[in-house]
């Protein structure tokens, strides 16, 4: 009798399994993709930045073709009336595919073109993002000296400076910024140097410090808002080089009218690669670039992801050279990115350490936390 | 101890046990794999939309059918505009299999989708070596291929090639797709300045519709299946029928074999019974082992359907691409709900047929030791009475409404009304056969027949209708073939035509093979679907073309309001379906608007399901500006042969590869897609007649075992073994013979229903009516005797080596 039972169940499993593996399984979600692997390394065909070299403007907002990569990086801190705050991001990427024969397409594209949109509102803590992209056809998207697009999310040059427009699901943004300073050429005359091999380099300037007039609608709701933006500008093939993990990137506006922007090159283990570098814009606009001795950070406080990603949003810098020691931290922590590529990028605050005092504010980049741990957003 | 007790039995008797497993096996495979082929032909027929954005995505187009990349790039700039999807659609073939290249942009508003091994589609897609273009395809599609990672697939035809570079899995509405970038698919279909349509996400359906304009049309997802589910709805609606009549039929064999079960114990029951055991026991008991046998048949049903039903969905793929134009998935995609589903509704019919089997066994009274009981018949005047109810309802039925369930509903009640009357008349008939052969053999036979009626009427009943099904369904699928063979015939009135694979011809194209010398006259046909899926078809016809169109009714001015683009035609389908007629005004979606004319004739057409409009080529080059035809009729000079003209049109470099056929090879080719699109029918119908022989076998078991005593008395009378054996031989083609006897009036009204009542309402054409065709009585009968005097085969060997003192104890 036993035995019965057995072969009996022993069919009656054989038969349900066979049933269950024909029941198709959906397909496994995708692993992300790294951002710091997308400037480690190029193939040859693209051009290097190898050198300073003279940039001519309003040229040079445009894109620059031959290279693997370039972008185009608004971030700045914008109040209402009621002094309600806001953060923004607006970025467009360009990555070029490997040059070649292309297919005799309307579709064939030289480049893929991404973009990230983020209103972070800190008054709810609520970060609100979206990501697009767009191959490089059929005028889906693009950069010329007077405009920056990819489709209806358009930057457009104006007298005064740019009128940026962007929407999404619950936010949209439209923004005229002047600039207030002029454009610094970082590195060598804008030669950027990250590592130690010819071509580990970009081309690289910024305007820290802008005007922001317009209007943010929230859930609906619009608001008229003025601030301060922030603008960088970097192009360039394979510019990280080897060995490097990620990096944290402060872009920090005092009240007394300087600006300093500072970036930390992390190794894979975790030191600071001697290609870090800064530079320190005052209120007239005369500027110095920094050196990585020039300055020393230290993380005060990390902020857990829903998926279990630790962010250093909080740290203490020093520059002991220009008698500046204060504290960065986040408007609040929740700005992280969960789309193709996973960073945190937010608003942050720029605190005395001694008496609270609020110094400036900012925008925080910290890059290469997420591409090996267990991000689940997809590459499509 | 009674869980011994069913085993000992069950192990005496394993050919009963099987017999049961197999019924209730053959019905669940037949229900499950129909469910399944009707879900893969609604929920993934033309799918890929809401496999690329999602279940509610919408669709835009144009009324041409393709839409051009200037029209694309100004939208998708638009303030507002969602995040399109271009996608570029081409059919196919490779290895033979029907397929379509899907070019989608990876960098647009697709959903996520990835390979088996997590691959990225844009990685997937990007992926090229040997500059062969990458896509991407599902397992299901890959295994029908014979394929697999990394394979490059050849296209059929031009020897075009694609390297598969990622699998997805559980994405059936992109089987039998090739996903590719939409640069690399424009480049190998040469169809630069084109997409075929725009995905967008369902919440930018206000968007769309405040800035599409007039010239694009926009589909909704819903809208998208329910023209699927039209299209499908005729062979839907066939193969439910068959499933259900396939099912009824598994029922008969699991109530024949559990009564036969009940037969064997009536001894053991009544000693039970006799023991004390009470009624709910004895319940329990039985049903405990009804549901073992049929949890393990309803289990070994479901692999067997999905077995079944891929090989079912191999077999309509072609029919369906052919006839709808739309591809089906390489697979069916079962459910758990389904297979939950299906199976706990089999244990549920397999004990509710139980029924009355265990009413019986609860009537024994204790200590009855006598196996022999009489299952009551009927009396003639009451199976009339229901025979004369069911048949006048379903009538009625089929008289006032005007639906297809309607006529698939009345004529099951129909049936069910002659199967009622069968064992009536055919065991007049068994009595009148015993009574011309009384003194043999087999008139002994027959009427030892006769008194197991009771037992043996649901077989006799299953038998019959399976074979009048099976005749049935043969006469009206040849008479319908017949009927497509002479439209193909009247309508192809050319002597040869001439298309460009997977191209349509330019005007100059025309132009250069209307003046070949040895051409007389010529015509032309330019088919499209417009944007509220109607499927229009210009014709440019000479005047001794028109006799191809059979019209239906009188219309003597068609010609001339036809021809003048004052009026249009419409197939038969199509104004049965939107219940025109002549007269009557049709608005059709064109550039400049709705375009309204009246409807000048109806045609006979069996080409489409859902029917199209024709028009003049003028009149439609006057609405859509498209100067381009699918394909040319050429009418020849007296002395040339479309051999040596085609010799002439491979030599005219039109600028693609040039296809010429005669009427004749259209013909053939028409009706082997017709036959294709049969195979499902004649499939279906055989597995109900075998069936319906595992229903005969049984009832003869039973039968025998309930005459193991006149038996035992036959042969201790002198009646030799092998004469014993000749008798239930005899007995089984005899039963045989009578269910063929009654089969074929019922073949005839079943012919006539599915002519006359089925085809017009769920295809919308009309067949001439006639005679019914002979060959399916000729094919049929001698298989059909052949098989069941083979399933007396058993019975009688059973019987025959039984030994003999054993029955002739008393009571027993």
């Known amino acids: ?380 | 101890m009674l869980a011994r007790l069913s085993r000992a039995f069950f192990y005496r008797h394993p050919a009963q046990v099987l017999l049961a497993l197999i019924g209730i096996a053959a019905g669940v495979a037949v229900v499950t794999g129909v469910a399944l082929l009707r879900g893969a032909l609604v929920e993934s027929l033309d799918a890929v939309s809401a496999e690329l954005v999602g279940e509610q995505a919408l669709v835009v187009r144009h009324p041409s059918g393709r839409l051009d990349v200037d029209t694309y790039a100004r939208l998708v700039r638009q303030p507002g505009a969602p995040d399109f999807v271009p996608v570029l659609r081409a059919a196919v073939r490779s290895d033979g299999q029907r397929l379509e290249v899907v070019g989608v942009d990876p960098f647009s508003g697709i959903r996520t989708l990835t390979g088996a091994d997590g691959t990225g589609l844009s990685t997937a897609l990007f992926n090229e070596s040997g500059g062969i273009p990458s896509a991407v395809v599902s397992a299901s599609t890959l295994e029908l291929l014979d394929s697999g990672l990394d394979s490059v697939l050849t296209l059929d035809e031009s020897g075009r090639q694609v390297r598969v570079t990622a699998v997805i899995r559980g994405r059936p509405g992109l089987d039998r797709r090739l996903l590719m970038d939409i640069s690399r698919a424009q480049a190998m279909l040469d169809e630069r300045g084109w997409v075929s349509e725009l995905l967008a996400p369902p919440e930018s359906e206000a968007w769309l519709r405040a800035n599409l304009g007039d010239e694009l049309l926009l589909v909704t997802a819903s809208g998208q299946r329910a023209s699927a589910r039209q299209l499908t709805a005729g062979m839907r609606a066939n193969l439910t029928a068959m499933s259900l009549l396939a099912l009824a039929t598994g029922l008969f064999v699991v109530y024949s074999v559990l009564s036969f079960l009940m037969v064997q114990r009536r001894r053991t029951f009544g000693l039970l019974r006799a023991l004390g055991m009470t009624h709910g026991r004895l319940a329990r008991l039985l049903i405990g082992e009804v549901l073992v046998i049929a949890a393990f048949g309803a289990l070994a049903g479901l692999v067997a359907s999905t077995v079944l039903s891929d090989q079912l969905l191999r077999l309509i793929a072609a029919p369906v691409a052919e006839v709808y134009g739309q591809l089906p998935p390489a697979a069916t995609n079962p459910t758990p709900w389904l297979y939950a589903g299906i199976w706990l509704a089999a244990l549920a019919a397999a004990v509710a047929v139980t029924v009355p089997v265990m009413r019986e066994a609860l009537q024994i009274p204790p200590g009855r030791l006598v196996r022999s009981f009489v299952v009551h018949v009927l009396p003639a005047r009451k199976v009339l009475a229901l025979t004369v109810l069911l048949v006048t309802s379903g009538a009625a039925w089929v008289a006032l409404d005007a639906r297809l369930v309607a006529a698939l509903g009345g004529l099951f009640l129909v049936l069910a009304g002659v199967i009622v009357a069968i064992p009536m008349i055919g065991f007049g008939l068994v009595r009148g056969l015993a009574r011309r052969t009384a003194t043999t053999l087999p008139g002994r036979a027959l009427r030892l027949l006769e008194t197991a009626r009771g037992r043996l009427s649901p077989a006799l009943a299953a038998l019959s209708l399976a074979l009048a099904l099976a005749i049935g369904m043969g006469m009206m699928i040849l008479g319908f073939r017949a009927a497509v063979g002479d439209w193909v015939t009247r309508l192809l009135q050319a002597d040869m035509y001439v298309s460009l694979e997977s191209r349509s011809l330019a005007r100059e194209q025309v132009d250069r093979l209307a003046s070949l010398e040895g051409v007389e006259a010529f015509s032309s046909v330019r088919r499209t679907r417009l944007a509220d899926g109607t499927t229009l078809t210009a014709y440019d016809l000479p005047a001794r073309a028109w006799s191809g169109f059979e019209l239906l009714g009188e219309a003597p001015e068609a010609y001339r309001q036809f021809s003048a683009g004052d009026a249009v035609l419409v197939s038969e389908p199509l104004a049965r379906r939107q219940g025109l007629a002549i007269g009557d005004i049709v608005e059709l979606p064109t550039p400049e608007g709705p375009a309204r004319v009246p409807i000048a004739a109806v045609f006979r057409d069996y080409s489409s399901e859902q029917g199209f409009v024709a028009v003049s080529g003028d009149l439609y080059r006057r609405w859509f500006d498209d100067h381009a035809v699918d394909s040319v009729g050429l009418y020849l000079a007296d002395g040339m042969t479309p051999a040596e003209l085609g010799r002439r049109i491979e030599g005219l470099a039109l600028g693609g590869v040039a296809q010429w056929i005669t009427p004749a090879g259209i013909r053939r080719e028409s009706l082997a897609v017709f036959d294709r699109t049969f195979r499902v029918s004649w499939a279906l119908a055989m597995l109900v007649g075998l069936i319906a022989l595992v229903a005969l076998t049984s009832a003869l078991l039973a039968q025998g075992l309930e005459r193991s005593r006149e038996h035992a008395t036959l042969r201790a009378l002198g009646l030799s073994p092998a004469r014993l054996f000749g008798l239930v031989t005899v007995q089984s083609a005899g039963l045989t013979a009578v269910a063929l006897a009654t089969a074929l009036p019922l073949a005839v009204l079943i012919h006539y229903a599915l002519s006359l009542l089925i085809q017009p309402r769920a295809f919308g054409w009309s067949l001439p009516a006639g005679l019914p065709p002979a060959e399916p009585v000729l094919w049929v009968v001698p298989v059909a005797l052949v098989l069941g005097t083979l399933t007396g085969l058993y019975p009688a060997w059973r019987i025959g080596r039984r030994p003999m003192i054993e029955h002739l104890r008393a009571g027993r």
């Open chain 1, 1 to 380: 009798m036993r035995r019965d039972i057995v072969i009996a169940v022993l069919i009656a499993v054989v038969a349900v399994g066979w049933l269950v593996q024909r029941i198709e399984q959906r397909e496994p979600d995708a692993t992300g993709i790294s951002g710091t692997a997308l400037l480690n390394a190029a193939p040859d065909a693209f051009k290097r930045v190898t050198g300073p070299e003279p940039l001519v403007f309003p040229a040079d907002h445009a894109m620059h073709p031959g290279f693997r990569n370039e972008w185009w990086y608004f971030t700045g801190n914008l109040f209402d009336a009621t002094g309600r705050r806001y953060g923004f991001q607006f970025t467009l990427f360009r990555f070029a595919v490997e040059p070649g024969e292309r297919p005799d397409s309307d579709f064939a594209s030289d480049a893929i073109w991404m973009a990230h949109f983020a209103v972070s509102d800190v008054a709810r803590a609520r970060f609100n993002s979206a990501e697009r992209f767009a191959r490089d056809a059929l005028g889906l998207a693009g950069a010329t000296a007077d405009e920056w697009w990819l489709r209806d999310w358009t930057v457009t040059r104006t007298e005064e400076g740019w009128r940026l427009r962007a929407q999404m699901d619950g936010a949209s943004l439209d923004l005229d910024l002047a600039p207030r300073k002029p454009v610094v050429l970082q590195g060598d005359s804008g030669y950027s140097r990250k590592g130690p091999e010819r071509g580990n380099a970009s081309r690289y300037y910024s305007i820290t410090r802008m005007a922001a007039d317009g209007r943010v609608v929230l859930d609906g709701n619009a608001a008229e808002v003025t601030g301060s933006a922030w603008l960088d500008r970097e192009w360039g093939s394979s510019q990280l080089g080897e060995g490097i993990a990620g990096w944290d990137w402060f872009a920090l506006q005092l009240d007394d009218g300087r600006d300093l922007m500072l970036y930390r090159l992390r190794t894979e283990a975790g030191d600071a690669s001697r290609f870090s570098a800064g530079v320190l814009v005052e209120a007239d606009g005369g500027y110095r670039v920094l050196e990585r001795d020039d300055f020393e950070f230290e993380e005060i406080g990390r902020w857990r992801d829903r998926l279990g990603v630790d962010w250093p949003v909080a740290w203490r810098v020093r520059l002991p050279g220009e008698g500046l020691a204060f504290e960065v931290r986040p408007a609040f922590d929740a700005q992280r990115w969960y789309a193709t590529v996973g960073y945190w990028e937010g608003a942050v605050d720029v605190i005395d350490p001694d008496d609270g005092r609020t110094l400036g504010r900012g925008y925080l980049e910290l890059s290469g936390y997420a591409d090996s741990d267990a991000q689940r957003v997809g590459v499509r």
